[in-house]
């Protein structure tokens, strides 16, 4: 039906002169010579109001309909209906005006708050002063059906039918009613102070009669007394409306209140000092939310809007903006606020983008996730570099707000770039905001890197001099538990917790003992499903013995090569020194001497191997007690890890090689010496007196004895029957070359373990003569 209504008006709107606006829903108003619709403008949709007189049905009020054409398009003031447009035709009268409610509707509602209705009483008040003053007119038909409300809240007056100039002998108010020319001889504006009475009692209880003149059922007791003069019945006694209005602006009056203030200021809050733009704004934030919200949004908005953008309001003016923009719909607020907001996150204003990161999570719920990540997160961003410590760290803080509207790469990229940074800021606050951000924001990074980035992040915070970024970081490490996976527990996390057990405050070694049981719990848990060993089981051994061995032998023989391997590991390790008449020496260490393989049995002097192979066998180093050593047997049972890479692609969050042992981490190379306790330089030097033997010790030394070069025997013999024939005897003895060290594959491995023993005298007799039974070469039952 209503559409049929649109359509026959339209039609009848295109048989008359242009007019470009379509007619809508009929408005329901109080008897009247108009009919309203609710309209919209062709050209760009906006919405309007339509008043339409049809001439054929109501001839005889044509004179009243042009009367109030008339004035709505000659009197200009904030208070009158706007007009936009109108047309006038033989058959219609049509007038566009902006979007209007009855103010019936509101009475009826009872919706006025005393304060809204005070509000607008004043707005009518000062229209009706300037018709009355200014204009030297009398409305003449001022009630609750003559005044209207826009989509901004405000009051606007019409019902302009029998407005009249008084100087005017043809007014249209002296032929209306007979009678009225009484006006003449009264102050013309004693009919308008009287009908202004009956409004405001309307407004409160409904309607009025005129035996209620003068009554204050519901009224405001501030109103009280100027509203009784105004309903006074002799007309020359009457308070005028200007009167009353300057009564009620009085300090403290009924008009003094602070929205009534805040329509006036909001006017020209461009052109206030700064000293009364502060005021405004500590009053405009004192307002209760039962003001008008209309109001705020359409007028009080957009100037606020402007005073933060060009005009110097500052924070406090955004944060009026923010609190008003709770209150706008989710497409309101895409048209009025966010294009100022995108133009504000790039001001370079430090206090201004402080604000606007403190009222981000107002925000947050009406930004799309490609405005956060694609126009604002990149002006934010660069408050992680601000050198004012107050913009990194609200910049930080607002990370938890817009987390869950950025991408995967994002977060995984740039964000965790810039948050490695402020993990090593100056500010202590900020170094333990930023653990306290990552323990939040856990659950959204990616899972291929979030494991390392936690814990080279926590880790450092561990080592943090200041207490509450350790504190933080223990606890996060046991809220995010859950991020790890068993093996990360138990040799990464568990090692940094350890430290903090005997730490110097109490408040972090409670939090690490709390912390540590997560993670044991953890542990414990896992190891509930993991089997009692990895090796196979006996059956499967057994299972396949060798061709005419037992099962019990291809057991015992499989255990026994085991420790047989292991055992020649150490014996390869281990060294043994035998005299010229086959006693071997067993170096002695500090606290005892280390066991040798039962299998080890000195080569006496009649072998029949070569000089040099019987050394090389019967040299070897001491043996030494078994040490974590990846470089000899120790490397067996404890690999070195190398596939760990954590922190390798993020070297931003420091290196994680500091949590290992120092102990272990140069390996030291081991070498076998021999010398006197006369000289550590030459490492065969004889005793002082010939009587005294030579004493064989076994020692660390960090520099190996061979050169790589072949044995020198002839030579070295050479030089021995020298200095025998010349006396010399008490001289140093030196190994011939190659032979200052014996080797073996196991020696030959990066590390091996140093073995402090004590020296062990041979009893020896040097013979220089050439032995022509046995081949000895002088060296002692080698």
Request: a neutral charge; glycine letters at 6%; charged letters at 25%.
């Given at each position: 039906?209503?559409?049929?209504?649109?359509?026959?008006?339209?039609?009848?709107?295109?048989?008359?002169?242009?007019?470009?606006?379509?007619?809508?829903?009929?408005?329901?108003?109080?008897?009247?010579?108009?009919?309203?619709?609710?309209?919209?403008?062709?050209?760009?949709?906006?919405?309007?109001?339509?008043?339409?007189?049809?001439?054929?049905?109501?001839?005889?009020?044509?004179?009243?309909?042009?009367?109030?054409?008339?004035?709505?398009?000659?009197?200009?003031?904030?208070?009158?209906?706007?007009?936009?447009?109108?047309?006038?035709?033989?058959?219609?009268?049509?007038?566009?005006?902006?979007?209007?409610?009855?103010?019936?509707?509101?009475?009826?509602?009872?919706?006025?708050?005393?304060?809204?209705?005070?509000?607008?009483?004043?707005?009518?008040?000062?229209?009706?002063?300037?018709?009355?003053?200014?204009?030297?007119?009398?409305?003449?038909?001022?009630?609750?059906?003559?005044?209207?409300?826009?989509?901004?809240?405000?009051?606007?007056?019409?019902?302009?039918?029998?407005?009249?100039?008084?100087?005017?002998?043809?007014?249209?108010?002296?032929?209306?009613?007979?009678?009225?020319?009484?006006?003449?001889?009264?102050?013309?504006?004693?009919?308008?102070?009287?009908?202004?009475?009956?409004?405001?009692?309307?407004?409160?209880?409904?309607?009025?009669?005129?035996?209620?003149?003068?009554?204050?059922k519901n009224i405001p007791p501030s109103l009280h007394p100027s509203y009784k003069r105004l309903a006074n019945p002799n007309p020359k006694a009457r308070l005028t409306v200007a009167h009353f209005l300057?009564?009620?602006?009085?300090?403290?009056?009924?008009?003094?209140?602070?929205?009534?203030?805040?329509?006036?200021?909001?006017?020209?809050?461009?052109?206030?000092?700064?000293?009364?733009?502060?005021?405004?704004?500590?009053?405009?934030?004192?307002?209760?939310?039962?003001?008008?919200?209309?109001?705020?949004?359409?007028?009080?908005?957009?100037?606020?809007?402007?005073?933060?953008?060009?005009?110097?309001?500052?924070?406090?003016?955004?944060?009026?903006?923010?609190?008003?923009?709770?209150?706008?719909?989710?497409?309101?607020?895409?048209?009025?606020?966010?294009?100022?907001?995108?133009?504000?996150?790039?001001?370079?204003?430090?206090?201004?983008?402080?604000?606007?990161?403190?009222?981000?999570?107002?925000?947050?719920?009406?930004?799309?996730?490609?405005?956060?990540?694609?126009?604002?997160?990149?002006?934010?961003?660069?408050?992680?570099?601000?050198?004012?410590?107050?913009?990194?760290?609200?910049?930080?803080?607002?990370?938890?707000?817009?987390?869950?509207?950025?991408?995967?790469?994002?977060?995984?990229?740039?964000?965790?770039?810039?948050?490695?940074?402020?993990?090593?800021?100056?500010?202590?606050?900020?170094?333990?905001?930023?653990?306290?951000?990552?323990?939040?924001?856990?659950?959204?990074?990616?899972?291929?890197?979030?494991?390392?980035?936690?814990?080279?992040?926590?880790?450092?915070?561990?080592?943090?001099?200041?207490?509450?970024?350790?504190?933080?970081?223990?606890?996060?490490?046991?809220?995010?538990?859950?991020?790890?996976?068993?093996?990360?527990?138990?040799?990464?996390?568990?090692?940094?917790?350890?430290?903090?057990?005997?730490?110097?405050?109490?408040?972090?070694?409670?939090?690490?003992?709390?912390?540590?049981?997560?993670?044991?719990?953890?542990?414990?848990?896992?190891?509930?499903?993991?089997?009692?060993?990895?090796?196979?089981?006996?059956?499967?051994?057994?299972?396949?013995?060798?061709?005419?061995?037992?099962?019990?032998?291809?057991?015992?023989?499989?255990?026994?090569?085991?420790?047989?391997?292991?055992?020649?590991?150490?014996?390869?390790?281990?060294?043994?020194?035998?005299?010229?008449?086959?006693?071997?020496?067993?170096?002695?260490?500090?606290?005892?001497?280390?066991?040798?393989?039962?299998?080890?049995?000195?080569?006496?002097?009649?072998?029949?191997?070569?000089?040099?192979?019987?050394?090389?066998?019967?040299?070897?180093?001491?043996?030494?007690?078994?040490?974590?050593?990846?470089?000899?047997?120790?490397?067996?049972?404890?690999?070195?890890?190398?596939?760990?890479?954590?922190?390798?692609?993020?070297?931003?969050?420091?290196?994680?090689?500091?949590?290992?042992?120092?102990?272990?981490?140069?390996?030291?190379?081991?070498?076998?010496?021999?010398?006197?306790?006369?000289?550590?330089?030459?490492?065969?030097?004889?005793?002082?007196?010939?009587?005294?033997?030579?004493?064989?010790?076994?020692?660390?030394?960090?520099?190996?004895?061979?050169?790589?070069?072949?044995?020198?025997?002839?030579?070295?013999?050479?030089?021995?029957?020298?200095?025998?024939?010349?006396?010399?005897?008490?001289?140093?003895?030196?190994?011939?070359?190659?032979?200052?060290?014996?080797?073996?594959?196991?020696?030959?491995?990066?590390?091996?373990?140093?073995?402090?023993?004590?020296?062990?005298?041979?009893?020896?007799?040097?013979?220089?003569?050439?032995?022509?039974?046995?081949?000895?070469?002088?060296?002692?039952?080698?």
């Amino acid at each position: 039906m209503d559409f049929l209504k649109s359509a026959v008006a339209s039609a009848m709107a295109a048989k008359g002169p242009p007019f470009p606006y379509n007619f809508g829903d009929k408005v329901d108003l109080d008897p009247s010579i108009w009919t309203l619709y609710n309209g919209t403008r062709r050209e760009d949709g906006s919405d309007c109001s339509i008043f339409s007189f049809e001439i054929a049905a109501n001839r005889s009020a044509l004179p009243l309909a042009r009367n109030a054409l008339k004035k709505l398009r000659t009197l200009r003031h904030p208070g009158v209906i706007k007009v936009l447009d109108a047309v006038e035709s033989e058959t219609y009268i049509y007038i566009a005006t902006e979007r209007l409610v009855p103010l019936r509707w509101h009475v009826k509602r009872k919706s006025l708050s005393p304060e809204t209705a005070k509000w607008g009483l004043y707005s009518i008040a000062r229209t009706v002063k300037f018709i009355n003053d200014e204009a030297s007119s009398v409305h003449g038909n001022l009630k609750v059906a003559s005044v209207y409300t826009t989509e901004s809240g405000e009051w606007k007056l019409g019902g302009f039918e029998v407005l009249s100039n008084v100087k005017d002998d043809e007014a249209v108010i002296y032929l209306a009613k007979s009678g009225w020319d009484a006006i003449k001889r009264s102050p013309h504006s004693a009919v308008d102070a009287y009908d202004f009475g009956a409004l405001i009692f309307e407004i409160f209880n409904g309607s009025f009669s005129s035996d209620q003149a003068g009554q204050t059922k519901n009224i405001p007791p501030s109103l009280h007394p100027s509203y009784k003069r105004l309903a006074n019945p002799n007309p020359k006694a009457r308070l005028t409306v200007a009167h009353f209005l300057e009564q009620g602006r009085r300090n403290g009056s009924f008009f003094d209140t602070p929205l009534i203030k805040l329509t006036e200021g909001v006017e020209n809050l461009g052109v206030k000092t700064e000293e009364e733009r502060e005021v405004f704004l500590d009053d405009l934030d004192q307002l209760t939310d039962d003001f008008p919200e209309d109001f705020f949004k359409m007028k009080v908005l957009p100037e606020l809007l402007k005073s933060v953008e060009f005009g110097g309001g500052g924070p406090k003016a955004f944060g009026l903006v923010m609190k008003i923009a709770t209150k706008l719909s989710n497409e309101d607020f895409d048209a009025k606020v966010l294009p100022v907001l995108l133009r504000l996150f790039g001001n370079p204003d430090r206090a201004i983008r402080v604000c606007l990161l403190d009222n981000l999570p107002l925000m947050i719920d009406r930004l799309s996730q490609k405005t956060v990540n694609d126009k604002i997160f990149p002006q934010i961003v660069t408050g992680f570099t601000d050198v004012a410590p107050v913009v990194r760290e609200q910049t930080l803080k607002s990370v938890l707000t817009i987390i869950t509207k950025l991408s995967d790469r994002t977060i995984n990229g740039e964000l965790l770039k810039y948050l490695a940074k402020t993990a090593n800021d100056e500010q202590p606050g900020i170094r333990t905001n930023t653990t306290i951000c990552l323990g939040k924001i856990a659950k959204h990074l990616g899972t291929s890197s979030r494991s390392k980035v936690l814990i080279a992040a926590f880790s450092r915070s561990l080592r943090d001099p200041f207490i509450h970024a350790r504190n933080a970081a223990l606890m996060a490490l046991s809220v995010t538990s859950e991020h790890f996976s068993d093996e990360d527990c138990a040799t990464r996390v568990l090692p940094a917790i350890c430290p903090s057990l005997i730490d110097k405050e109490k408040l972090i070694r409670d939090q690490a003992v709390k912390t540590l049981d997560v993670y044991v719990q953890r542990i414990k848990k896992a190891v509930e499903s993991m089997p009692e060993t990895a090796l196979p089981p006996e059956s499967a051994i057994s299972g396949n013995p060798r061709m005419g061995t037992p099962q019990a032998e291809a057991a015992a023989g499989w255990a026994g090569w085991a420790i047989s391997s292991f055992t020649n590991k150490l014996s390869a390790a281990a060294g043994d020194i035998t005299s010229s008449n086959g006693a071997s020496s067993v170096p002695a260490s500090s606290s005892a001497p280390p066991s040798r393989p039962p299998t080890a049995a000195p080569i006496t002097s009649n072998s029949s191997a070569s000089p040099l192979h019987r050394q090389a066998v019967k040299f070897p180093p001491p043996s030494a007690p078994l040490t974590r050593n990846p470089s000899t047997t120790g490397e067996l049972f404890f690999p070195e890890d190398d596939n760990n890479d954590d922190g390798a692609d993020f070297d931003a969050w420091g290196d994680m090689g500091d949590m290992d042992d120092d102990d272990t981490s140069t390996p030291n190379k081991m070498t076998a010496s021999i010398s006197s306790n006369q000289s550590n330089d030459n490492p065969f030097a004889e005793p002082s007196s010939s009587k005294k033997k030579p004493a064989v010790t076994t020692t660390a030394s960090s520099k190996p004895f061979d050169d790589g070069s072949e044995p020198d025997f002839a030579g070295w013999l050479a030089q021995q029957a020298e200095k025998k024939k010349g006396g010399v005897l008490g001289g140093s003895k030196a190994l011939p070359k190659g032979l200052g060290k014996t080797t073996t594959a196991t020696t030959a491995k990066k590390t091996t373990v140093p073995v402090k023993s004590k020296p062990v005298v041979v009893k020896k007799k040097i013979d220089t003569k050439p032995k022509d039974d046995d081949g000895d070469d002088g060296w002692g039952g080698w």
